[in-house]
């Protein structure tokens, strides 16, 4: 690890000071200090935020929860209000990484971890997105874990986070404070940056940026599911998951909220299989099309290829255990 500079932030204004005079943000570090070990990151300095105002979960105007950016991941699934309103969230977060690791991560670390391709962590191979312009390993190379949606010639790395597939089912909202104090609300899927020519931008947050909290909107009836494929029980990123949030009334789909991991790289989703389903009367033959519509620009790159009929399998099956349980 090379050497670097800490500090510990007493306010919001001093860590966004410090980051937007280039320091590394630093909360839990479950994340960051692996990636300083091996040298795919070497900040010259960091802030440390802990003692920051934002380890709190408390409910909104509008009938909602705000998220503080430290709430560590073990307090958010364990929360009460979570686990009965926003169970997809819960369980996604059970199903992501240890209990040791669920301890020290935090809500907003959680949003910007980073990929787990074995090339953007190995400094000997080219990675496009540890070092714009050196190409990308990853398309002819190991891809097991890779994306198939939202890709580009630059780089096919996937977005790692169960937390945030859950919270893109659910409208999330994340807010942003930039270092002249402004904050800001932006909708999650707007927070992440699809690769094109310039994988090295992850996300819209700007120099000087720190997500103060996420916002989830008053929770919607229905059913919560969350499903995540992997190559082993535990302790292992996904190869496919689903975020579910589905409602049946009258014997049609009322409402859909869907949310994939593994697939891309940031959590995806799609607005047009939402409104393939909603309003339909449930059936093998309206699942089969909505899983068509989100693999349609599917790409495998070999190793990868087993990817697009597992997803079309584990949407299929996540619709019908929903909706069988929304009767």
């Known amino acids: 690890m090379k050497e670097f500079a800490y500090a510990r932030a007493q306010s919001h204004a001093d860590a966004t000071a410090h980051a937007k005079n280039g320091a590394t943000i630093i909360a839990g570090g479950t994340n960051l200090l692996d990636l300083m070990k091996l040298e795919v990151m070497t900040p010259r300095s960091l802030v440390d935020i802990n003692r920051l105002d934002l ?56 949003l910007l971890q980073r990929t787990r391709c074995a090339y953007f962590y190995d400094t000997a191979m080219p990675c496009n997105k540890r070092e714009p312009g050196s190409g990308c390993q990853g398309k002819d190379g190991f891809n097991r874990i890779l994306a198939i949606l939202g890709t580009s010639e630059h780089c096919i790395a996937t977005h790692p986070s169960d937390m945030a597939v859950a919270m893109m089912a659910l409208d999330t909202v994340v807010e942003i404070e930039s270092a002249d104090g402004v904050v800001r609300q932006v909708p999650l899927d707007d927070l992440y940056c699809l690769p094109g020519t310039t994988p090295d931008v992850e996300t819209t947050l700007a120099h000087g940026d720190l997500i103060t909290a996420v916002l989830l909107p008053k929770p919607e009836a229905g059913t919560q599911i969350y499903r995540k494929v992997r190559d082993r029980a535990s302790y292992a990123f996904a190869l496919v998951s689903v975020a579910a949030v589905l409602r049946q009334e009258g014997g049609k789909i009322t409402h859909c909220a869907l949310a994939f991991g593994g697939l891309a790289p940031k959590p995806w989703r799609n607005a047009d299989v939402e409104a393939a389903l909603v309003g339909k009367v449930p059936s093998a033959a309206l699942f089969d099309a909505a899983a068509d519509i989100l693999l349609a620009d599917a790409k495998g790159y070999g ?9 079309r399998r584990t949407l299929k099956a996540v619709l019908r255990t929903a909706l069988e349980m929304n009767q």
Do not use: E, M, W
């Open 303 to 311: 190793a990868n290829d087993f990817k697009i009929p597992l997803a």
């Open 55 to 110: 380890h709190a979960i408390t409910a909104t105007d509008d009938g909602g929860l705000r998220i503080g950016a430290l709430v560590t991941n073990s307090d958010l699934a364990a929360h009460d209000t979570v686990r009965r309103d926003y169970a997809v969230l819960s369980r996604a977060l059970l199903a992501g990484a240890s209990g040791q690791l669920r301890n020290k991560a935090t809500t907003g670390g959680n």
